[in-house]
């Protein structure tokens, strides 16, 4: 089945927000594309979206990246179907509220999806990415990994551990067809709950906020001219000059006031997505545990 005159495009988290408006602006420039996102999610509609309107190869496999497994299983699918030249991790969640209050489930998802996923689907596609020419991976990372973040703590930790992983590795993959680019991108107008969560911010926080399409086709056009740190938007070019500029401990200390902020407004919304959508293989791992820690 493989063709190794067609090359493929991978963009994991693709059924809404930013990934969506990946796969809508690479089929606007006619890049064939391997889609992923949870089940139920209609990446079947958007798949034959995409193939009736661009005229381009579409593929997508429902999958949670939360499970080892099921990443080690896609990479295969992926690589032994495909010849995939570009990398797209973006699938992420995130969310605001007192470290206290969540859940060990809300905390191991987040590092599984942002750092593991993240992490595997790359060691794993890269002897693939090797092979073609050009070849590009692209992490999505955040404005919020140049600073501690009070409130979000995990989410920010996270983005900063693929910033640091894609600027280590874009320098030891020099020598080779491979070039890394990281994004780290400001608020973006994304699902209904990350909506809520920017609304709550104050007018200057407002000034930053760019819609998911606008961030694609920056991050793209950037990625394929080889950049390796993609910060969208001049508002949050100049941000992420101050924030690094200033002492850690400033930073901290507005953090804390926008975040209280927005977590007292927003009643401590846990994470990007619904968290009923999780799949149903959790579950009675779930019950399970919690069985063995009662018994
Ligand atoms: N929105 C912002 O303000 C903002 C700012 C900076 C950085 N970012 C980053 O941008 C990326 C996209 O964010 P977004 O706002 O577009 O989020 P979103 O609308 O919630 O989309 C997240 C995507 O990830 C997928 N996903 C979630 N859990 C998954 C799992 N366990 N396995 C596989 N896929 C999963 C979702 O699939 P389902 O639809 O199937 O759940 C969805 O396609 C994230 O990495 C985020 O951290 C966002």
Known sequence: MKDPNSQYTLITGASTGLG???????????MNLVLSALPNENLEDLTRQLR?????????????LTNR?????????????????????????GGTQHFIDSTTTYLDDMIQLNIRAMTLLTRLL?????????AHILNVSSLAAFSP???KTIYPASKAFIHHFSRGLEAELQDTNVRVSVLNPGPIMTNSDVCKRI?????????????????????????????SVIIPGL?????????RL????????????????????TRNYEGTRNRSKQPAWKQPDQKAAASRLQG
């Open 246 to 265: 200033v002492p850690v401990n400033f930073r901290i200390f507005v953090g804390t006031q926008i975040f209280k902020r927005e977590n007292r407004k």
């Open 149 to 151: 973040v009070p409130y």
């Open 126 to 134: 890269l002897p693939s990415l090797k092979q073609q020419t050009p």
């Open 69 to 93: 497994v099921a990443v080690e299983e896609f990479a295969q699918w992926a690589t032994s179907n495909f010849s995939i030249n570009i990398l797209i991790n973006n699938a992420g969640i």
């Open 199 to 227: 609304d709550a911010q104050s007018s200057y926080v407002k000034l930053s906020i760019m819609t998911p399409e606008q961030v694609a086709q920056i991050a793209l056009k950037k990625m394929l001219r080889g950049k």
């Open 20 to 30: 969506k408006a990946f796969a809508l602006e690479c089929a606007h420039r006619k």
């Open 52 to 64: 009736q309107n661009h005229g381009i190869k579409v593929f997508y496999k429902e999958t949670d």
């Open 235 to 243: 508002m949050n070019r100049i941000n992420a000059f101050f924030i």
